[in-house]
């Protein structure tokens, strides 16, 4: 029993359809594309508040060249579903990130991330910012075995190839 007997074993419509060779109920989705709705990446955690995830995640995508100046930012509408988070957290994401510098509003086009933002963190800020990925990265180069000394010439390197000063 191939795939199209099986599936037409298992399913039977209720409706009565007559045959048409405009549809089929035996048309299945093969593949699945779509272009992505957020143009960053964010895994949520606990312990830090969702909306300072978030905003750290678009820094983050910008200093790594993912995402570019010019380019849209999506809509509250769109960031609240795709991160499936409150719509007043993502007009508090959206509305600090526009006092960060880092969106500007343009009539008519929407968010854009600006042209003009340059990153920055306080350094108050970078502990907190950084805490878990600084906690998951140690963690991890001790599990493969990577001494100190290595550790941070790898950190680095990885700094001067994203151009940081």
Same mark, same amino acid.
């Given at each position: 029993m191939d795939r199209d007997d099986h599936f037409q074993a298992s399913w039977e419509s209720?409706?009565? $359809?007559?045959? /048409?060779?405009?549809?089929?109920?035996? +048309?299945?989705?093969? /593949? @699945? +594309? /779509?272009?992505?709705?957020?143009?960053?990446?964010? &895994? #949520?955690? %606990?312990?830090? %508040? @969702?909306y300072e995830? @978030? $905003?750290?995640? @678009?820094?983050?995508?910008?200093?790594?060249?993912?995402? =570019?100046?010019?380019?849209?930012?999506? /809509? #509250?509408? =769109? #960031?609240?579903e795709a991160l499936r988070i409150n719509p007043n957290t993502a007009a508090k994401i959206v509305s600090l990130l526009k006092q960060d510098g880092v969106l500007v509003a343009i009539p008519g086009v929407g968010m854009i991330v600006s042209e003009d933002y340059? %990153?920055?963190?306080? %350094?108050?800020?970078? &502990?907190?910012?950084?805490?878990? &990925?600084l906690k998951h990265l140690v963690i991890e180069a001790r599990h493969l075995g990577i001494d100190e000394s290595s550790f941070l010439d790898a950190i680095r390197q990885h700094w001067r190839d994203l151009g940081a000063p």
């Open positions: 209720p409706l009565k $359809i007559p045959p /048409s060779p405009h549809f089929s109920l035996r +048309t299945r989705c093969t /593949s @699945v +594309t /779509s272009a992505p709705v957020l143009p960053f990446h964010v &895994d #949520l955690r %606990p312990g830090l %508040p @969702v995830q @978030v $905003i750290l995640a @678009v820094k983050r995508a910008l200093l790594a060249g993912e995402l =570019k100046p010019g380019a849209p930012f999506p /809509s #509250l509408r =769109k #960031l609240a340059q %990153p920055h963190a306080a %350094p108050h800020e970078v &502990d907190r910012l950084l805490q878990n &990925d």
